[in-house]
Nanobody, 116 residues
Framework: QVQLVESGGGLVQPGESLRLSCASSERFFSTYTMGWFRQVPGEQRELVASLGSGGTTYYADSVKGRFTISRDDAKKMVFLQMNNLKPEDTAVYYC??????????WGRGTQVTVSS
């Protein structure tokens, strides 16, 4: 069973930065479009950024210009650099394949809290 392990979250003040990491055990990781999702209690999980095997990126409007997704296929890892964090970025962040039929079970996620 594929495992996804997210890390790097924490409590930061508005305007600060965090770098999230996700390690995957997926054999075909390098071929998947990987995404970072986030969820706040009571709301649906939303895709905030994705990166395809060919380098195509997607960013939600709310994070454009502030977040950068990257990947290391040799290590089967995906990263999310988050700059100029805002209180509305507070959520649990998860990584997974973007394609629903390729998704692994969700990991535990990593909590990001932005508060002064």
């Amino acid at each position: 069973q594929v495992q996804l392990v997210e890390s790097g979250g924490g409590l930061v003040q508005p305007g600060e930065s965090l770098r999230l990491s996700c390690a995957s055990s997926e054999r075909f990781f390098s071929t998947y479009t990987m995404g970072w999702f986030r969820q706040v209690p009571g709301e649906q999980r939303e895709l905030v950024a994705s990166l395809g095997s060919g380098g195509t990126t997607y960013y939600a409007d709310s994070v454009k210009g502030r977040f950068t997704i990257s990947r290391d296929d040799a290590k089967k890892m995906v990263f999310l650099q988050m700059n100029n964090l805002k209180p509305e970025d507070t959520a649990v962040y998860y990584c997974n394949a973007v394609a629903v039929d390729l998704r692994a079970s969700w990991g535990r996620g990593t909590q990001v809290t932005v508060s002064s």
